[in-house]
């Protein structure tokens, strides 16, 4: 499994996380290197941008691209995903509804991802089926929108396009 990591409390105090955010982070933290769905970037952990649509947003970490950029909203504790080769002209998105379910969500990705259990398995069709209900009941208002980051990425899960390493 991947390696997580918490933050150092006074680099999430210091940008106004909200207290349970604070403890989610400097407790169980994020992964190094969710496979690539989230990875640290621990040169620019808690970078702080304010952005008119999205409110003051602290830097969590990248996709695998580094294109897109997953941010805390420091007073909602939503997560955001900026788009965009340049953060001045990336579009925002909110991704989760809160901290810890992206936590959770990338739980989920990891067991799914690290399961061993590959398509051709018996037991491939029950695992999909199974990440797809764990992740749909985590944050439901994130799967309503089929066109949302999560949709998206648990949409090639289904359809067979990202599977088990």
Known sequence: MVAWSAFERADVESVGARAEDVELLCGVGLPEDSCRMFVRNRRRDMEVRDVTSAGRLAFLGDFEDGVNTYWLNVSSGSVWMASGYEFESASFTCVNSSLRS????????????????????????????????????????????????????????????????
Not at 136 to 158: A, L
């Open 102 to 165: 992206l936590q959770e969500i990338l739980e989920i990705w990891e067991g799914f991802i690290f399961s061993g259990i590959h398509e051709e398995d018996d037991a491939y069709e029950a695992l999909v089926e199974r990440t797809l209900a764990a992740a749909y009941g985590v944050d439901p208002g994130i799967f309503r929108d089929e066109e949302s980051w999560w949709s998206r990425v648990f949409e090639e899960i289904e359809l067979g396009s990202l599977g088990p390493v």
